[in-house]
């Protein structure tokens, strides 16, 4: 094998082989050198462990040129939900509805008025755009968007709480996940926790022995992925908000979730919204924009007005503040909650989650039929489920579903999961029971055929 290593083709001969000379379109000749090396590098590396290696210049360009063409493909790729969680953080929670993708493109490819007062031909400002309909759609005086409700959260209590203390039941030392832990947020802002109650109880007393002449704030934190059951207790709001009232204290509240209309009507328990956050109310409400609300990607703050132009006046704005096509997408999804019923029908995250079992029994024998017809090898059989909504919300909340239960006499589940997984479409399924599961809830019209031909194949290889 050492042998081999003299002959190995030079970086220049590989340069001016015609099917790299082509990378230069995309690549410059600089870069292009140093992916060959790196090509080169690897093939030395495993002659000199005995590894045997084609050397020609046919074999060793042909290597180089699959390396140049995966430095070119994304690594942000679409994926096929078919796990039921609806609002899946790790596959990119809220999808968004046609009109907000259809904002979003128009203010990614013209020039708009994103800081422009159209009117007086003067600077304007980017918080303007979502300003009235969060106020028509929550009852709040104003409104500001940020960039996600972690951000949110840390503008407030920069804001509001530096070397202050901020009081907060043990009961909401929330964990949302990707470590991020309330308590350890609070802190990072230079506030100082000051922890009241137990962990399943806190009265108002709690709260009012808590208070001391350091208080700067206290807050709620909605427990929106754990819910504590059994002997609890928890302060009403309005009490809370009179209370932190009564010794001139502002009353925070991070909704988590942030629903704007009650979800009861498609099958869910009751959640607070946010307008009744701020009837009972609260100075300032947070809450995420790719959560149940089904936007893009934001910390949206509503509340009072004195303390939004508070925030408005901090200098970490700047650095916490959202994109154009966010602003445009936000308020393209916000406009269609003007009608909770075109919001149900259009916006897929509330479409997904009003969706029956019925409902998904009937999507489950479309794919079933079409499965069928490419393979009949398939052992396939719809049964009931429960998806999840997901995202830190309604947590243990069951969505009664129809699974697509998928077997195969020549593949296992974990290599049929692996295979769909890795496809071009990279499929994500659910393995229960020794089987792959597809739960329907989340699987879009379009991806049916996707599926059916990536099962074909996964079976064949
Ligand atoms: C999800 C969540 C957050 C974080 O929101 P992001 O928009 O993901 O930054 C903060 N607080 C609560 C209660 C949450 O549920």
Known sequence: M??????????????????????????????????????????????????????????????????LAQGVEPSLVPAIN??????HTNL???LLAEEAL??????????SNLEYDIDKGKRGSRYVHIQNILRELTGAEDALVVNNNAAAVLLILTSFAQRKEVLISRGELVEIGGSFRIPDVIESTGAILHEVGSTNKTHIKDYEKGINEETAALIRVHTSNYRLIGFTEAVSDRDFVQLAHDHGLPAFNDLGSGLLFDLQKLGLSYEPTV????????????????????????????????????????????????????????????????????????????????????????KAQVLKEKIEARDSDFDLKIEPGYSQVGGGAYPGEQLPTSLLRIEHPKCNESRLERELRLSKNHIIARIDDGAVYFDLRTLLEGDYDLIAEALAQAVSN
Request: aromatic share 4%; with cysteine; charged share 30%.
């Open 82 to 87: 078919a796990t039921g969680t609806v609002l």
């Open 275 to 362: 307008g009744e956050m701020i009837e009972a109310d609260y100075d300032l409400v947070s809450f995420s924009g790719d959560k149940l609300l089904g936007g893009p990607q934001a910390g949206i703050i509503v509340g009072k007005k004195s303390y939004i132009e508070k925030l408005k006046s901090s200098p970490l704005l700047r650095a916490l503040r959202t994109d154009k096509a966010t602003i445009a997408a936000l308020e393209a999804t916000l406009r269609l909650y003007l009608n909770p019923e075109q919001a149900i029908e259009k916006i897929p995250t509330l479409k997904m989650i009003s969706l029956s079992r019925e409902d998904c029994a009937k």
């Open 102 to 111: 259809d904002e979003m493109q128009a203010a990614g490819e013209s020039f």
């Open 92 to 94: 990119g929670r809220a």
């Open 2 to 67: 050492k042998k081999k290593l003299s002959q190995l083709p030079s970086v220049d001969l590989l340069l001016e082989q015609e099917d790299i000379k082509i990378w230069q379109k995309n690549y410059t000749r600089e870069l292009i050198k140093e992916k060959i090396k790196v090509v080169q590098d690897g093939i030395r590396a495993n002659l000199l462990n005995d590894v045997d290696q084609d050397v020609s210049v046919e074999a060793v360009s042909q290597r180089v040129v699959e390396f």
